[in-house]
């Protein structure tokens, strides 16, 4: 069974510019989460998105966005890129209900110069 | 006061020693407890999920939850290089929140053959 993927692998842009990070669940799964991982502050939550419906977000600003697709794959999009913005970018998919694990994928790297 | 708490370590242990890693939490809403393991560079990878309190052991690895001191841990025996990385443990369990993970900070563990 293909877990989730994650691409591109690493991604590299200039401040102000926008970027476009995408990942497929584990077939199956219709819930995708994301999570940065910045050096030093741990994982935090960014999106979770069910049934193509944005559910929650995280505490972070308008210019985190995305969406998720009829196939159930979604899209990060960061605009107006900042320095801080530079992580890893993870997501994990699960079943829909309570008690479902997460899995992740590899991450996106993202730096921002 | 992080809703997780977790001790960053860095560990180091010598090969074949038992390892404890251990994680405090402040939410009682919390009901759904996992460790994960994360190797440089890569997504992190679920080791053990556990439902309200009790334990719970998978070959080397057990799981343990006291939801009354609102803490958990993860021992392994008989440790090994490879078991080097860092532990992530994450909490789940808030209505409305579908099975978005808090996670604590993570413990860096070193095995040292």
């Known amino acids: 069974e293909a877990g989730v993927t994650q691409s591109p692998t690493h991604l590299i842009k200039t401040r102000g510019q926008q970027a476009t990070l995408r990942c497929s669940p584990i077939s199956g799964h219709t819930s995708v989460y994301w999570y940065q991982q910045a050096l030093g502050l741990g994982l935090q939550f960014l999106l979770w998105?069910?049934?193509?419906?944005?559910?929650n977000r995280g505490n972070f600003p308008p210019r985190f966005s995305g969406r998720q697709f009829p196939n159930y794959s979604s899209e990060l999009n960061v605009n107006a890129l900042e320095l801080e913005d530079s992580a890893l970018y993870l997501c994990a998919s699960s079943f829909e209900g309570s008690g479902s694990p997460l899995h992740f994928g590899n991450g996106t790297r993202l730096t921002v110069t | 006061q992080k809703e997780v708490e977790q001790d960053p370590g860095p560990l180091s242990v010598p090969e074949g020693a038992i390892v404890s890693l251990n994680c405090t939490y402040s939410?009682?809403?919390?009901?759904?407890f996992m460790w994960y393991r994360q190797y440089s560079r890569k997504g992190p990878e679920l080791l053990m999920y556990t439902y309200s309190s009790g334990n719970k052991e998978d070959g080397r690895f057990t799981a343990q939850v006291d939801k009354s001191s609102k803490y958990i841990s993860l021992f392994i025996r008989d440790s090994q290089p490879s078991d080097s990385a860092t532990y992530l443990c994450?909490?789940?369990?808030?209505?409305?929140?579908?099975?978005?993970?808090?996670f604590g900070g993570g413990t860096r563990l070193m095995v040292k053959p």
């Open positions: 939410n009682s809403a919390f009901q759904y």
């Open positions: 994450a909490m789940s369990g808030y209505n409305n929140a579908g099975n978005m993970l808090t």
């Open positions: 998105y069910d049934e193509g419906e944005e559910r």
